[in-house]
Nanobody, 115 residues
Framework: QVQLVESGGGLVQAGGSLRLSCTAS????????MGWYRQAPGKQRELVAA???????NYADSVKGRFTISRDNAKNTVYLQMNSLKPEGTAVYYC?????????WGQGTQVTVSS
């Protein structure tokens, strides 16, 4: 089992920045990809950014150039630096980890961007 704990959400004005963190614990050996998804009210959960254990990253088109995902394998932590936030970025952000073909999710952290 893998447990994921997120932190760093909150309320920010449009154009502002936030940094999300997610730390994994439990059976962390062989965690492959880690990443962030988000779900806005009435919408499906969508990928924001992901990063492999080797550091390869990919982003949703809507956040490219504004968000940066990074990973500290020694701390079992993945980060999401979010700059130039937009009101449409308001959502619950979920940390995700893939380990041995099984998906794990954090409890989610609310990000609210005011206009």
């Amino acid at each position: 089992q893998v447990q994921l704990v997120e932190s760093g959400g909150g309320l920010v004005q449009a154009g502002g920045s936030l940094r999300l963190s997610c730390t994994a614990s439990g059976s962390i050996f062989s965690i492959n990809d880690m990443g962030w998804y988000r779900q806005a009210p009435g919408k499906q959960r969508e990928l924001v950014a992901a990063i492999s254990s080797g550091g390869l990253s990919n982003y949703a088109d809507s956040v490219k150039g504004r968000f940066t995902i990074s990973r500290d394998n020694a701390k079992n932590t993945v980060y999401l630096q979010m700059n130039s936030l937009k009101p449409e970025g308001t959502a619950v952000y979920y940390c995700h980890a893939l380990r041995l073909y099984r998906n794990y999710w954090g409890q989610g952290t609310q990000v609210t961007v005011s206009s």
